[in-house]
């Protein structure tokens, strides 16, 4: 019998692309929230509109956020999974990858799609974004159903991508998780039990 310690890299992302991360899940609960919690108040009133002025703000902001992050990996490269998984599950979370980027920046896009048809301005901050198309309200109902389609989705996508880091982490002892994270986890993966293998 050989015994064998799982050793995980100490480096992670840089503190940039940490930071951008967690703030684009922050954004997103947010995001979700706003628009759920929306219909506890009378629509039309102060504070229901007020909440979809918000949704769609924090919505164009993470639209935004995506372009930095895909610059901030083109800038620090993402630090290597150790121990090295598999090549189906490496291009599996690449697949996730760019299903996760794809939600982000059709989700917003979708919403300024949908504001722009409905005639309304599109605020952000202050400013008046300018309208994409021109007001159509049978289009405007057609773009609504299918942003409210993919948001459903992006409930899926969201959970299966937590899941599967916490799967890594748990499971697999992998760094995957700990990469991310604003600090290394190095103390509670030398704490976790060797790992023993057949030679």
Not at 3 to 16: D, E, K, M, V
Not at 37 to 50: A, I, M, Y
Not at 85 to 91: I, K, V
Not at 114 to 119: E, I, P, Q, T
């Amino acid at each position: 019998m050989q015994t064998r310690r799982t050793n995980c890299a100490r480096s992670g992302y840089h503190p940039l692309s940490i930071g951008a991360h967690w703030l684009t899940l922050i954004l997103l609960v947010a995001v979700y929230a706003l628009i759920e919690l929306r219909g506890v108040f009378p629509k039309g009133s102060v504070p229901h509109d007020l909440m979809k002025t918000w949704h769609f703000m924090l919505g164009l902001t993470v639209f935004g956020l995506v372009f930095a992050r895909l610059a901030l990996r083109q800038v620090f490269r993402a630090p290597p999974i150790e121990p090295t998984p598999p090549g189906w599950q490496l291009r599996l979370a690449m697949a996730m990858h760019v299903a996760l980027y794809a939600f982000l920046t059709v989700m917003p896009l979708l919403g300024w799609l949908a504001l722009s048809a409905k005639g309304k301005p599109v605020p952000f901050f202050g400013l008046d974004l300018p309208a994409l198309i021109a007001p159509d309200k049978t289009l405007a109902k057609e773009i609504e159903e299918i942003h409210e389609t993919i948001g459903v989705l992006g409930y899926f996508l969201i959970g299966l991508h937590a899941a599967a880091a916490l799967f890594h982490d748990y499971f697999l002892r992998d760094d995957t998780l700990r990469r991310m994270l604003p600090w290394r986890g190095e103390a509670r993966s030398a704490a976790r039990p060797e790992r023993v293998t057949s030679p």
